[in-house]
Structure formats: structure tokens, C-alpha cells
């Protein structure tokens, strides 16, 4: 068994598969704006598993979103082995980040907005 599919919850689908496909780089796995359907994958792992942009039109989905958001807590964990350099690319690309690339006890985070109602992790997590 493995991870096919997760899901986020998003603002607007359509803004938030524009913001994760020109700014972050994610590739389009399925685009259906008619049905408010967007998913993305990785271009590190296009086979891999996928992200669902799902609307977060729903009370329950909203106060979920809203409420992490407003305690800062991540929605997502995103890996990388470049940190540094990932964070030079996405703030030179207007991200926002909340959080510089900081060191932890498993590596290092920085966290950003997706400018979609959510936090995301950026994680290089340390080998050992």
C-alpha cells in the first residue's frame, strides 16, 4: 500500500492550482476548472503521489483550514535537499514566507503561505 492521492483545502481551486503549478512548480496531473478540480504533482516524482486542491467551501473544511492557519500550524510537510536554495527561488517569486529556513532537532524548516488559506512546511530533514 501507498499513498496515491492527499488532499489540501484551498480558497479558490483554480487560484490555488495557478499558485502551486507557476509559482511552486508543481506539474498539472488533472485540470477540470468547469468542476473546480485541480490536482498536482511533484516534477521530482510525476508518478508519485498526487495533491488534491480541494474547495474549502464547506463549513466544516473551513473552520479546519481557518483553524490552522490561525494557529500556525502547517497543512503541509513539502521535502526538499536544497532548503537554502529552495527559499532563495520561492522568495525571489513573491512567497511569503513566515519562517525562514531554520535549524531543528530533525533539520531544518522554513514555512510559507500558498496564498490559498494554508501554511506549508518546506523540511530538509538532517540524514542519521
Not at 479558490?12 to 473546480?36: C, Q
Not at 521530482?44 to 473552520?63: F, N, Q, V, Y
Amino acid at each position: 500500500m501507498k499513498i496515491a492521492m492527499t488532499g489540501v483545502y484551498v480558497n479558490d481551486p483554480l487560484e490555488a492550482f495557478k499558485y502551486y503549478t507557476e509559482t511552486l512548480g508543481f506539474l498539472k496531473k488533472i485540470f477540470m476548472p468547469e468542476a473546480m478540480l485541480a490536482v498536482v504533482v511533484s516534477p521530482e516524482a510525476p508518478d508519485g503521489p498526487a495533491l488534491l486542491l480541494e474547495p474549502s467551501d464547506h463549513p466544516i473544511s473551513k473552520a479546519y483550514q481557518q483553524g490552522l492557519y490561525a494557529a500556525g500550524i502547517p497543512t503541509i510537510v513539502m521535502g526538499t535537499q536544497t532548503i537554502e536554495d529552495d527559499y532563495a527561488k520561492l522568495s525571489a517569486k513573491g512567497v511569503v514566507f513566515r519562517k525562514p529556513p531554520t535549524i531543528t532537532d530533525w533539520g531544518m524548516e522554513a514555512v510559507f503561505e500558498d496564498n490559498c488559506g494554508n501554511l506549508i512546511s518546506l523540511s530538509q530533514i538532517s540524514q542519521g
